[in-house]
């Protein structure tokens, strides 16, 4: 019902929410509307204009599907407009019209009527609106038909708008017109306002216009925008407002689309029209065809706000349906409206109080007893909140508020009253968000499906404050299971706050972690990620995926494993094999009690398994931070982390996953966010480590050469290694390893001039002269000894070196001196020296104890810059060795050999970066060998451009290839270091230094001169300015920059080198622990003795212990258990340092004080509020005592003295006092009192004095366009005068019309009627005795209901109905009765049409002469229908009278009669008979057993006899 108000216009314009029925609500959907695009939205929110494909698209689908409203009649009307001019009956003008319009017409003999002289034209309004002069960002806007479907409007918004479904509904309303608000109340409402619109991703919608309350929402949007939070994501405010009341609305007409459309906002030219907000972001103007009407679009955006609050949103796996909040800011009679259709149809509202007028009248009144509100109290405060309208306030308009103001505080679920600065609250966005869930939990959900539904809310909305404050509380103890599905949404939604929150209650991840789960998070991988593209790429390359399991999934766990394998480096282990079939662990199908609101899939059904299941990984938080990592969740890994075992290794493994994705991530942002997220988890390793070396150095060590089976049976210092994590590796701790490593068993204290001794003398090894770290070795003497000392890594590498020295001696000895024609001895030694050499470097590039396969293991040998170096020098001295065998080609084999020479002599650059001294700067000389490449691309331009013009100038066609290579390249090198060229000048000339015509091949060809004079004629000015010019650049210019390049990669590596020595020296020692101890050439026995062990005797090969070992599975879980106690000291260090630092307590220190200044502000509004509330309170006082006075006036002049007895000055003084107690408690003030505290909350709850029907009493007759005259509480009885009383008469013309009364208003056809006795077929009498007749009609016994007639029941007066209430313990498995609270649960008996919303027990009415109910009829057989009547006999009953149902009328009302049949036992043969007869003969009729909880979604009116039945078992309920 829009009321009359909202048709005015200007000054009582109100901004109306106006939630409709249902059954007038727009239900059709479009196809796809309940798919959330929110990667496609993105991707357009992103962008402010479409392009031109987008534009195209749109200016052809909005014609098509959205319509506008034209007046193709005009009457002429007999008002003028503003501007004087005579106007159609539509309020525009004869030119405004169209031209057929103005024409005669077959209307002309007809009065205007819109339904038929208005007409539906494609809308020629819509694209991009931008407001001139005041902002530039753009918005969207549509001029649309008031009969628009809400499914076309929805599409708009979300597929071609580009809008994120939302999470939140916000619909504001309140007055039309500007208002005042206390400044610190205006701040707190639009910080609120955004803030909960900005976390929950909410849709705010108002009325558009630049007034009201609709400008202080769009004034909320606009100083977000300008602060500095705003790039955290825009706020979708919708404004629907009417396309007739819009100023300046011509510069939006654009037939094609505007893109933009300019829009100017006039405020002082728009007359009694109105200015669109220029900070709402996109705008549905409603259009009926009128021009100057408001309120047209209050219909079209009730039916839009419950459409979208159908639709549900999915997410992470969870679906919710989207929450609606109404917020109301002051307003007039229609907001009241409004506020009562919204609370009507379940929709909470957030009333602000201090706002002013209906907000501030329903906030006075809303925390007292029904029975309280009165009329007289209504009156009151209207006219001190109405004060310039007061007198337009009927009578009737004063009992109607009464009334809707009553219903409104009767629902106090669905109330929630905003004090700034009282009862605690500070934000209107906690307050908004606790009224959603406030609401939640009125809702008759079982049990924990209700704290189920406020958790998804809580997750959907990003509001973690909201779930520790509202949901997880003493109330409710949650168990983990139910906390997986909303744990599975958090974590794919990247909520870390929420993951760490149910990890704070309890959440176990080794029972959320299962195989399906998993392949669920990464089935819902962020599209945008690398990891989804690499992981689909696998998918496609897969030959077999369709072929041969069509049926499966397409993402397998061992394609995941796939990937990560790639990223983690070949030397690891699957982490998720490939399952055979047989170990496939399999999804039950589980139909549980509860279903959660999922499409697609119910995530609960992840969570059902049987006993049996195996999950198929072995570490679950490894999955999780996993899962984390590849999609660089910095926040969620991080707290995944912390639950980790093996959380060095953990750490390690991340950082080598992160530093690989960042190799080939494109967005260069992303791609440092991962190599700095890399390098925090390489310092958390680290960090971790030296708690664990701190505290044992020895275990510790351990850790590093662990082989985590988690991880690919690989170990934390390989993990390290492969990651390039330097910093780790240069570790004191692993350092000290490394030297222990290298020094075999010897101890690491002997010098090397001891072990250089004994390495040339043996024999000395039994002198003691060495010491060894094992007491066996250092007290045994012999061959242990000596087997020991060759084979530590230092002893074999110092013999290698010898080796390698004596080569290099005896190669240079054969170059020099003894090289003949035929091999003398020592050319041959070095022939068996090198193929030793060759026969190693085999070995090494054969050597496979990761088992990855020759390919992979070849491409890693040749990943080493000295394997290619020595691969080189050995195919150059097999070169040199063919061409020396040759007898033709023997000079040519010794330059080959010679240059081989060269390169096995750099050789020895890789041997002393083991050095401390050399190594460092063998580093420094490798980086600066890269310098000198990028060096030498700058110097060839300038020496090939300078050499090339030099020759030209000077020599004329010089045709020899070697003398142009000389004088371009070669002379132009030289001139950088000091040697000119000849004859540059012509001072130097000399023909005899020179060929004239270039024929003698020793000298260079003559530059130009003259033949006769024999003097050169080329332009030396030239040439001289050329080489200057040269020398400035290349000695100058280059060559500084040269110095420059190297001083900056000294600087550079110089602070790292320490760590890059420390990194390399790794790969010497792993190399040199697993070489054979003997040197070549000696090393070929060694060679002999693995080949027979690999090839003759296939002996695998062993991984060397000490880099790698494998521990016993209780010596492994002690490492790890003393591992995960080190990291949580780690983390403490690591939280206690951040509040020690600087930053962090300025920081503190500031929140402090702003805690402060708040605290000062809310105790000084809460010291005025309660002096204002002292202050009403004594004028309260004040005038009761001046009515006591006047009493006693009164009765002394009338009587005497008059009577002490009833004057009330006891009361007057009593009452005086409380007000000086108003600084205590209301509890205290209770006690005080003599009241109960508990008892005066209870009665507040049950409101006592409303005792009245109430649901009787409705304003909106169920399924009937009839609205009940407004009756309040103090009115119902018929003994109180109520003069006004007119209510209207309905009966409901029904088909049954042989087993109704008449359904007339006149008594003729009533007369026959007899009341208060069995009248034919028809029992009249009423359960509370005799009732009142007036008029010839039936009074309702109970009071007034503000309708007259039968209305849709069957007869006047009474009509009985009959409730069999059946029930039986509730078992368990076992048998056993299941318990809650000690007390036993019952299961009812309950029906459910398909189109209501609620159960019902199975009763109802019944035919005349039958026993049984129609409604029970349905769902019994009919053979057991006697049974079933045998058995009401011998039921009990529980209640019998009167029922508050809202179809009851004055005249006619529903009694019934409640009996309980009871089954105590499971084995009863009745109880069986019963459930074996249960059947529903209609398809739309559902029947089940149902625990019995108050929260059960039952008719209020049965939950009363049910929860009698309870207490008469004494069960729980």
């Keep these: 019902m829009e009321p009359s108000a909202l048709t005015k216009a200007g000054s009582n314009q109100e901004e109306g929410f106006g939630v409709q029925s249902r059954r007038v609500a727009d239900l059709g959907l479009v196809p796809n509307l309940r798919r959330s695009n929110s990667s496609l939205c993105k991707s357009r929110r992103s962008q402010y204009l479409f392009n031109s494909c987008e534009k195209e698209n749109l200016s052809s689908w909005i014609p098509e599907n959205i319509k506008k409203k034209e007046c193709i009649y005009f009457v002429e009307s007999s008002k003028l407009s503003d501007a004087g001019k005579v106007v159609c009956e539509c309020g525009y003008t004869r030119e405004q019209h169209l031209e057929e319009a103005v024409k005669p017409h077959t209307f002309q003999s007809n009065e205007w009527d819109p339904k038929k002289h208005v007409q539906e034209m494609p809308t020629d309004a819509f694209g991009d609106i931008v407001f001139t002069g005041l902002s530039q960002k753009v918005g969207k806007y549509v001029r649309l038909s008031q009969d628009t479907p809400s499914s076309v409007t929805y599409q708009l918004m979300t597929q071609h708008w580009g809008l994120d479904v939302p999470n939140l509904l916000i619909s504001v309303t309140g007055g039309a017109k500007d208002f005042n608000m206390k400044p610190r109340l205006k701040s707190v409402f639009r910080r609120g306002l955004v803030k909960v619109a900005q976390t929950t991703g909410a849709w705010i919608i108002t009325g558009g216009s630049h007034t009201g309350v609709m400008k202080q929402v769009g004034e909320a949007v606009r100083d977000f925008s300008l602060s500095s939070s705003y790039n955290e994501g825009e706020i979708v405010t919708i404004g629907i407002a009417t396309w007739g009341t819009v100023h300046n609305r011509e510069g939006l007409i654009h037939p094609t689309g505007g893109f933009p459309a300019e829009y100017i906002v006039d405020e002082e030219g728009q007359g009694h029209l109105t200015c669109l907000d220029s900070n709402h972001s996109h705008f549905i103007l409603v259009d009926d065809g009128t021009h100057g009407r408001y309120g047209v679009e209050i219909p079209l955006r009730s039916k839009l706000e419950k459409f979208i609050s159908e639709q549900t949103k999915e997410r992470g796996g969870v679906a919710i349906k989207i929450p609606i909040v109404c917020v109301v800011l002051e307003g007039g009679p229609g907001t009241l409206h409004t506020i009562y259709n919204a609370i009507t149809h379940g929709t909470p509202c957030v009333v602000v109080e201090g706002s002013g007028r209906v907000a501030d009248v329903i906030a006075q009144v809303a925390s007292l007893p029904i029975s309280e509100i009165t009329i007289s109290l209504i009156q009151q405060k209207l006219a001190v909140f109405f004060q310039e309208m007061f007198e337009t306030f009927t009578e009737g308009g004063i009992v109607e508020w009464t009334k809707k103001i009553q219903d409104i505080v009767r629902r106090r679920q669905l109330l929630t009253i905003f004090r700034e600065g009282k009862d605690g609250q500070q934000d209107v966005d906690v307050a908004i968000l606790q009224a959603l869930l406030k609401a939640s939990r009125s809702h008759d959900h079982f049990g924990h499906e209700n704290w189920d539904h406020q958790l998804k809310l809580a997750v959907a909305w990003n509001r973690v404050d909201i779930a520790r404050s509202e949901i997880f509380t003493d109330e409710r103890q949650w168990k983990p299971s139910e906390l997986h599905p909303m744990m599975t949404a958090a974590l794919i939604s990247n909520k870390p706050e929420f993951v760490k929150l149910f990890l704070e209650n309890g959440l176990r991840l080794k029972e959320f972690v299962t195989w399906d789960t998993l392949l669920y998070l990464y089935k819902n991988l962020d599209p945008s990620c690398l990891f989804h593209c690499k992981l689909q790429k696998v998918l496609a390359e897969e030959p077999e995926r369709v072929a041969c399991a069509p049926a499966l999934p397409a993402v397998q766990m061992h394609h995941v494993a796939q990937v990560l394998r790639e990223l983690l480096g070949d030397f690891t282990q699957p982490l998720y094999p490939r399952p055979r079939s047989s170990d496939r662990p399999r999804l039950l199908l589980p139909v549980p009690h509860i279903k959660l609101n999922v499409q697609g899939v119910s995530l609960r059904s992840l969570y059902k398994r049987s006993s049996g299941h195996v999950t198929f990984t072995m570490d679950p938080v490894r999955d999780l931070l996993i899962w984390a990592i590849v999609q660089n969740r910095r926040e969620l890994a991080e707290i995944i982390w912390a639950q980790s075992q093996d959380c060095i290794a953990a750490a390690l493994a991340c950082s080598k996953i992160l530093k690989e994705l960042s190799k080939e991530e494109e967005d260069t942002d992303s791609s440092e966010e991962m190599l700095v997220l890399a390098d925090q988890y390489e310092h958390r390793a680290i960090g971790v480590f030296t708690e664990c070396y701190r505290k044992d150095e020895e275990r510790a060590q351990k850790l590093l050469i662990r082989v985590s089976e988690a991880w690919g049976k690989t170990t934390c210092l390989q993990l390290a290694l492969e990651a390039k994590d330097m910093k780790f590796v240069s570790h004191g701790g692993i350092q000290a390893f490394l030297t222990k490593v290298w020094w075999g068993q010897l101890s690491v204290d002997n010098g090397l001039w001891r072990v250089i001794l004994c390495m040339l003398a043996f024999p000395l090894l039994s002198t003691g002269l060495i010491s060894f770290r094992d007491r066996r070795l250092q007290a045994v003497r012999g061959l242990a000894r000596v087997r020991a000392f060759f084979n530590a890594p230092v002893v074999i590498f110092h013999l290698n070196i010898l080796s390698y020295f004596s080569f290099l001696c005896l190669f240079a000895y054969v170059l020099m001196v003894d090289f003949q024609p035929s091999p003398s001895w020592c050319e041959r030694l070095i022939y068996l020296w090198l193929f030793s050499l060759v026969c190693e ?21 040749f990943s080493d810059f000295w394997n290619k170096l020595d691969i080189a020098a050995i195919l150059l001295f097999i070169a040199g060795l063919t061409c020396r065998l040759i007898p033709a080609l023997l000079y040519p084999g010794r330059i080959v050999l010679s240059l081989d020479f060269i390169m096995f002599c750099l050789r020895l650059m890789h041997i002393f970066t083991i050095s401390k001294t050399l190594g460092p700067k063998i580093i420094i000389v490798k980086r600066m060998m890269k310098d000198v490449f990028f060096f030498l691309f700058l110097l060839a331009v300038w020496v090939v451009s300078f050499g090339v013009a030099k020759q030209a100038i000077l020599i004329h066609n010089e045709s020899r290839v070697d003398w142009i290579f000389r004088g371009v390249v070669y002379q132009s090198y030289l001139t950088i270091f000091g040697q000119m060229p000849a004859y540059i000048d012509g001072v130097n000339f000399n023909l005899d230094h020179c060929s004239p015509n270039g024929t003698d091949p020793y000298k260079p060809k003559c530059p130009e001169s003259d033949s006769t004079h024999h003097q050169p004629i080329f332009p030396e000015w030239l040439t001289v300015i050329l080489l200057c010019l040269y020398l400035l650049f290349t000695n100058i210019l280059l060559l500084n920059l040269l110095i420059a390049m190297f001083n900056y990669t000294f600087q550079q590596v110089q602070e790292h080198t320490d760590q890059i020595w420390k990194f390399q020296r790794h790969d010497l020692i792993e190399e040199y622990q697993g070489r054979p101890p003997a040197p070549p050439p000696f090393i070929l026995l060694s060679h002999l003795h693995l080949f027979i062990k690999r090839v003759v005797l296939k002996i695998p090969a062993k991984r060397h212990k000490q880099l790698k070992n494998k521990l016993e599975k209780n010596e492994e879980a002690a490492l790890l258990s003393w591992e995960i106690y080190l990291k949580e000291n780690y983390l403490q260090n690591m939280q206690y340092q951040q509040k020690q630092r600087p930053e962090q307590k300025i920081q503190d220190i500031s929140n402090r004080v702003d805690a402060m200044v708040d605290l000062l502000e809310m105790d000084r509004l809460k010291s005025s509020g309660s002096t204002e509330q002292r202050l009403a309170s004594l004028e ?48 205290s003030q209770k006690v005080l009192e003599g009241q109960d505290p508990e008892l005066d909350s209870r009665q507040k709850v049950e409101d006592l004095g409303d005792s009245h029907h109430i649901n009787a009493r409705h304003l909106l007759y169920p399924n009937a366009a009839v609205v009940r005259f407004p009756v309040p509480n103090e009115k119902v009885p018929w003994g109180t005068e109520f003069l006004i009383y007119d209510p209207p008469f309905y009966s409901a013309d029904r088909k049954d019309k042989d087993l109704v009364d008449p359904m007339g208003n006149t008594l003729d056809p009533l007369s026959r009627i007899t009341y208060n006795a069995v009248d034919g077929p028809t029992d009249r009498r009423s359960y509370h005795g005799s009732y009142m007749v007036r008029d010839g009609l039936p009074l309702n016994p109970m009071g007034r209901t503000g309708l007259r007639g039968r209305g849709s029941l069957s007869c006047f007066g009474p009509n009985h109905t009959l409730q069999p209430v059946v029930t039986r313990w509730r078992r368990n498995q076992d048998g056993a009765i299941c318990r809650r609270s000690i007390k036993k649960v019952l299961e009812v008996l309950v029906v459910k049409h398909v189109l209501s919303e609620h159960w019902a027990l199975p009763g109802g009415s019944r035919e005349p002469g039958e026993v049984l109910p129609r409604k029970l009829k349905q769902v019994l057989q009919k053979e057991f ?28 009302w529903i009694e019934t009669v409640a009996i309980s049949i009871h089954f105590p036992d499971q084995s009863s043969v009745e109880l069986k008979r019963l459930n074996s007869h249960l059947h529903t003969s209609d398809p739309g009729m559902s029947i089940r057993w149902q625990v019995v909880d108050k929260r059960i979604p039952l008719y209020a009116n049965h939950k009363a006899v049910l929860q009698k039945v309870a207490a008469l078992f004494g069960a729980y309920y």
């Design 1425 to 1452: 229908w006697p049974s079933f009547e045998s058995l009401l006999t011998q039921g009990t009953e529980v209640y019998k009278g009167y029922v508050d149902d809202p179809r009851n009328t004055d005249n006619a």
């Design 1180 to 1227: 309260e006082q004040v005038a009761q005592t001046t009515r006591a006075l006047h009493w006693v006036v009164k009765a002394l002049r009338d009587g005497g003295f008059g009577s002490e007895k009833g004057t009330p000055t006891l009361g007057v003084q009593m009452r005086l006092r409380w007000p000086t107690l108003s600084w205590l408690s209301p509890a």
């Design 841 to 861: 470097e085999l070995r090494q590039l054969l050597y496979d104890p990761y088992e990855c396969g020759l390919a992979k293991m070849a491409l890693l040998y």
